[in-house]
């Protein structure tokens, strides 16, 4: 694979992040006040955000291109993303991504901060969803 560059995105620049998902028809969306992280190959072909909440940062808006898909670019864009977070990074995901995200560091033994626990119970309500967390101690 060609050279990828991975930087967190500049504020004035995230609009490009959620163009980057519609183009490719994901429902996925930056969340503002988060810190968008994004891999460029001359322009976007990967982004996530991590958005504080208490004790830590959530991870959401994980998506790669197919194209550049199969090459590790998904698990390199997350662990550069919360190398320096000090806390833990909780996600919430389909069960068929416990392998992946396990494969990061990430495991269900995690405790939710209430906000997240009550977002799971709802996302529950329409699809299988589960609860994992990666603690970073810098």
Avoid at 12 to 18: D, S, T
Avoid at 65 to 85: N, Q, S, T, W, Y
Avoid at 117 to 122: F, N
Wanted: proline share 6%.
């Amino acid at each position: 694979m060609t050279e990828l560059h991975i930087d967190l995105l500049a504020e004035p620049l995230w609009p490009l992040l959620n163009k980057f998902y519609r183009r490719h028809e994901s429902p996925m969306k930056a969340l503002k006040g988060g810190q968008l992280w994004v891999a460029r190959h001359s322009e976007i072909v990967a982004g996530l955000c991590l958005s504080t909440v208490v004790g830590g940062q959530w991870l959401t808006g994980v998506f790669v291109d197919p194209a550049f898909r199969g090459h590790g670019l998904a698990a390199r864009l997350i662990r550069e993303a919360v190398a320096p977070v000090e806390g833990t990074v909780w996600l919430l995901c389909h069960p068929d991504l416990e392998r992946f995200y396990a494969g990061i560091g990430f495991s269900q033994q995690t405790v939710l901060p209430q906000s997240l626990a009550e977002r799971l119970v709802r996302y529950k309500r329409n699809k299988p969803m589960i609860a994992m967390g990666l603690c970073r101690q810098v």
